[in-house]
């Protein structure tokens, strides 16, 4: 008996404001940065909303300019209903290419990798279907911002 095929069902795009980088410098991890997040919105058909401030990136750059990716943070959506958000994922590249990003420049998503799971917690029924969900999604770093679109893994 074989396994299904795994299939990816888009739920909504992702706008995260951030702060600039607060760089805390080397750690026996490597370089710890935390990048404050300030909003942003959620915008789809089964999941919609704004994010709130006060979460972040606790971000861990290691030699070779690859980044491992860990946020936490809130979202309400378009009805009230209360979301955690927490992303973990990886976002590395040609080393000239890290460097425009780095810079703050826009740099096409496609020149680099930056993947992230996102797991998503409620306690609002309407939204229990989430907690039951297994996410992902592609990324991309702006001078102010990280955009993804979230899909589930069906």
Do not use: C
């Amino acid at each position: 008996m074989g396994l299904p095929e795994p299939t990816l069902t888009k739920i909504a795009h992702v706008h995260v404001l951030l702060d600039p980088v607060q760089t805390l410098g080397q750690t026996p991890h490597g370089l710890r940065r935390i990048i404050p997040i300030t909003g942003g919105s959620i915008t789809g058909e089964r999941l919609s909303g704004e994010i709130l401030p006060g979460g972040a990136d606790w971000q861990l750059v290691h030699d070779d300019g690859a980044a491992t990716i860990d946020t936490r943070y809130t979202a309400r959506t378009h009805d009230g209903a209360l979301i955690y958000l927490a992303t973990s994922g990886v976002r590395h590249g040609p080393p000239e290419v890290l460097e425009r990003l780095a810079a703050g420049d826009e740099v096409d998503p496609r020149e680099y990798y930056f993947r992230v799971t996102v797991r998503l917690e409620t306690g609002d029924p309407r939204y229990y279907w989430i907690n039951r969900a297994v996410f992902v999604a592609y990324a991309a770093r702006h001078p102010d911002a990280v955009a993804y679109d979230l899909y589930t893994l069906d």
